[in-house]
Every structure is written in structure tokens, then in C-alpha cells.
């Protein structure tokens, strides 16, 4: 059943109707929002024509008295929520939202100066399509891996956008990304039950996709992403992708969202047999590989020029197989029922075990 998110009578005093409105969920990084909210004091476009709305996600303690003491030229508004997902967290900051454009941003983006300008011209002729513009790692965040993440299209796959025509809801990406606000109403906002933060934001494109609301790329709109990946985290990442993955297939019923679901013509437990034997194949080598990876990944700023160039090129060797292996596990564990961990310690033992 679609989410209600239109705004109720009573829930803000009337105000002049800015023309965008910047969603940012939030949650446990005080020091993230700060500075995306100071950046965003900074845009060429004038303060009046944007309002800027964040959900605290459960923080604790809330970064809603941190975020209320900025002075800032622009109307904001932050309130606290039960953590519930970065889904709910934007659905609740779009039903207080007045623009007829959302610009919703990570809260560790670092948006160019002339960012809300560049979306707001983009929406000029009014069609209704999603633009989304470049995230690259911000200097700070430079390392071999975020750059072998990168070449290889690991996390972000850019390079796989078509350019000057729309792209498929698997594009739909809420880091640096503007939209309509009536296409995200009429398509009933994020689905809540999608509450890891990933794979809710590409749900939601799906089905604007599918309202004939493409993803179209917006070039010089850069966002910084203010983020240091690790090999851990990275790990993570990709086994919550392949988990969010067949979240997806189960709610759409396309084989194409889900690796390998074709060959196996929707049978989940032939795909989850041909996933355990080949991740039996690979268990030995999984968890050494990542701890080699590591080892190359030192941290930005300790590693001379030359060579993070050349550890950038070792991981990118590496790095490929890491990343398939993982997102296998966690399609794996979807489909077994299974959590992060106990899917790696399965992978660790690969005997079948019991879902859970």
C-alpha cells in the first residue's frame, strides 16, 4: 500500500514555496551534517529559493540541537525519528517538504558551490525525470582501494551511465540525485521495509522507472563523498548488496535484478545450490585475499604519491574477485535467510546450515 507522504494541515506554518528542497537523512555522524550544511550556506543559488530538510535517524544522542544552533542564510528544519532506515528517514523529511523539486544528498556530501543551481536548470522544461550527478571521493578519501573502486565501477559504476539518454531505475541513486517531488508522491515515496542502506533508493527507481521516470546524468554537478572506505566495510557493503538484491527480486520479479536468477528460471533453491558450490570453490582464498587488500590500503595521506598509484593498481587486481564473492554471499544469504554474520561464518565452513 502506497505511503502517505503529503503534508497534513497544521504540520508547518505557511511559508513562501522554495523551488527545491534538500532531503538528507542522517544518522550518527554529527560531524558529516555539519559540514554538508555549512557547504550548502555557500550555493550560487540565492537562500530563498531552497529549504533544506533533515531527518535524524535515530542518532543518539540526536545531532537535532547541533544541527538547530548553525546559522544558516536558508530555511531549515531537522527532527529526530526512531531509527528506521534512510528510506523512512527521507519519506518523513519529503512529507515536510514545499518544493516541487527534491535534491536528496548522503550527508557525507561536499556539493560544488554552484550544485542546487546546476539541478534546479536541469528540471527547466518540466518533464518529469530524475538527474543525478557525479560522487567522486573526496581528497581526504583518496586511498588505493576507493581508487580501484572506482576504475572498476565497485561501488558507484558511473561509467555504466548512458549520457545523453535515460537510464533504468538501477541508476536511481540518492547521493547526488533531484527529482520531482509529485513523481516520488505518486509512486508512494521509499518502501520502509527496505531498512539497510542500500538497494532502497535503487526500489524506489524501479518503480519511477516504470511511470516513465528515467535517470538521466547530470555532468559538472559533483558532489564530494566525504567517506573512507576500508576493506571491511567494503566487504560488508557488497554482502548487504547481494542480500538488498534479492530483496528486490522478490518484490519485482525480474530475474535481471538478481545474479544468476535467469539461468535458474526463478527457482530460488536451484540458485541458491549453484551459489553454494561455487562459494565453496572460493571460501579458502576469501578472507586472506581481504586481509592482503588491507594490508595495500593504507590509510590517505601516510603513502607517497608513486606509490598509492602503484598499490591502487594491486588492489584493482585483487580487488574484482573480492567484491563478485562477497556480493554471491550475501545473494546466497538472502536467499537462505541468513544475516551478514552468519552467512561469513558459513563461508568460513561452507556445510549447508539451517535458515534462519
Known amino acids: 500500500m502506497p ?13 513562501p514555496v522554495p523551488d527545491l528542497s534538500v532531503i538528507v537523512p542522517t544518522h550518527g555522524r554529527p560531524d558529516a551534517i555539519v559540514r554538508l550544511l555549512r557547504a550548502l550556506a555557500r550555493q550560487t543559488l540565492p537562500a530563498r529559493r531552497f529549504e533544506v530538510v533533515v531527518t535524524d535517524d535515530g542518532s543518539r544522542p540526536s545531532v537535532v ?9 536558508y530555511a531549515l528544519a531537522c527532527e529526530w525519528q526512531p531509527q528506521g532506515g534512510p528510506g523512512a528517514a527521507r519519506n518523513r523529511a519529503i512529507a515536510k517538504a514545499r518544493g516541487r523539486l527534491l535534491l536528496i544528498l548522503n550527508d557525507d556530501a561536499g556539493p560544488c558551490d554552484d550544485l542546487l543551481a546546476k ?17 567522486p571521493y573526496a581528497p581526504e578519501a583518496d586511498s588505493a582501494l576507493a581508487r580501484a573502486c572506482t576504475r572498476l565501477g565497485l561501488v558507484f559504476p558511473f ?16 547521493c547526488n540525485l533531484s527529482v520531482p517531488r ?3 508522491l505518486d509512486a508512494g ?12 533508493d535503487v526500489e524506489l527507481g524501479l518503480r519511477l522507472a516504470a511511470r516513465g521516470v528515467g535517470v538521466w546524468y547530470l555532468p559538472g554537478a559533483p558532489c564530494l563523498h566525504h567517506h573512507l572506505l576500508d576493506t571491511e566495510a567494503f566487504v560488508r557493503r557488497q554482502i548487504d548488496l547481494g542480500r538488498g538484491m534479492v530483496r528486490l527480486w522478490r518484490k519485482h520479479r525480474d530475474p535481471a535484478l538478481l545474479p544468476g536468477m535467469a539461468r535458474a528460471q526463478g527457482d530460488e533453491a536451484a540458485l541458491a545450490a549453484a551459489l553454494a558450490r561455487e562459494l565453496a570453490t572460493r571460501a579458502i582464498g576469501f578472507e586472506p585475499l ?45 536467499l537462505r535467510e541468513l544475516d551478514r554474520g552468519a552467512a561469513r561464518r558459513w563461508l568460513a565452513s561452507p556445510e549447508p546450515v539451517a535458515s534462519t
Open 3 to 15: 505511503i502517505d507522504l503529503r503534508r497534513r494541515s497544521g504540520d508547518a506554518p505557511e511559508l
Open 65 to 73: 540541537p547541533v544541527v538547530r544552533e548553525l546559522a544558516v542564510p
Open 119 to 135: 539541478h534546479l536548470a536541469a528540471h527547466g522544461d518540466g518533464a518529469p525525470r530524475a538527474w543525478l550527478g557525479d560522487f
Open 159 to 174: 561509467a555504466a551511465l548512458q549520457r545523453d539518454a535515460p537510464n533504468g531505475g538501477n541508476f536511481f541513486w540518492t
Open 182 to 184: 509529485p513523481s516520488v
Open 189 to 200: 515515496g521509499f518502501d520502509e521495509s527496505f531498512r539497510d542502506p542500500i538497494c532502497e
Open 290 to 334: 581481504a586481509a592482503e587488500i588491507a594490508a595495500l590500503d593504507r590509510a590517505p595521506g601516510t603513502t607517497p604519491p608513486s606509490e598509492l598509484a602503484e598499490a591502487a593498481v594491486k588492489v584493482e587486481q585483487r580487488v574484482g574477485w573480492l567484491s563478485q564473492t562477497a556480493i554471491w554471499l550475501g545473494c546466497y544469504a538472502g
